[in-house]
């Protein structure tokens, strides 16, 4: 069971509380937090309650975090995991910096290595995957920085937008071999 929080050398990753719910919402109908690779969501502060009220955001099946910066307090974006359908044994993640200027800092990729670490150690996970736009170029280096290996090319949709996408993958052996995660 995930505890209050997830914390990495200059984050807080946590679930996400009734207080965050107009940034949530806010960030949904953003095309500068969604980026060039992501279609927003668009949902009202109403629709970000439901999904609060019913366990949208933190149920058995799926968890959403504030990625937090820890020092300023300041919400930078949202990272996700779920069991992959009829495989119980790898997580998916999908990660959003939501906040521009914060992009190209690392963020991102600490965000990432700090919940695939408790992905692995604390779930037992033998595998995490991660689906990223075929143009997204910086989160392709960050996935191979981070051990991932390219398994396939796949069209999908998002928010009623065609995209093509890699989907990489880390094994628990392939975690346990790389040193950064150590």
Not at 100 to 110: I, K, L, N, P, S
Not at 113 to 139: R, S, W
Not at 142 to 160: M, N, P, R, S
Request: hydrophobic letters at 30%; charged letters at 25%.
């Amino acid at each position: 069971m995930l505890g209050k929080h997830i914390f990495t050398k200059r984050l807080r990753l946590r679930k996400i509380e009734k207080d965050d719910l107009q940034l949530i919402s806010d960030w949904s109908s953003s095309r500068a937090a969604y980026g060039e690779y992501l279609t927003p969501e668009n949902h009202s502060v109403e629709e970000c309650l439901d999904r609060w009220a019913n366990n949208s955001y933190w149920s058995e099946q799926s968890k959403t975090l504030i990625i937090e910066h820890k020092e300023q307090h300041k919400p930078l974006g949202t990272i996700r995991f779920w069991q992959k359908q009829n495989d119980r044994r790898t997580a998916l993640v999908a990660l959003k910096i939501a906040e521009y200027e914060y992009r190209g800092q690392g963020f991102g990729t600490e965000a990432q290595l700090g919940l695939i670490h408790y992905l692995f150690t604390q779930k037992q996970y033998q595998a995490v995957e991660m689906f990223t736009d075929l143009d997204n170029l910086p989160e392709q280096r960050c996935l191979t920085k981070l051990g991932f290996t390219l398994i396939d090319i796949q069209t999908y949709e998002d928010q009623k937008v065609q995209r093509q996408g890699r989907l990489y993958r880390l094994t628990q052996l392939e975690y346990n071999q790389q040193q950064g995660y150590q």
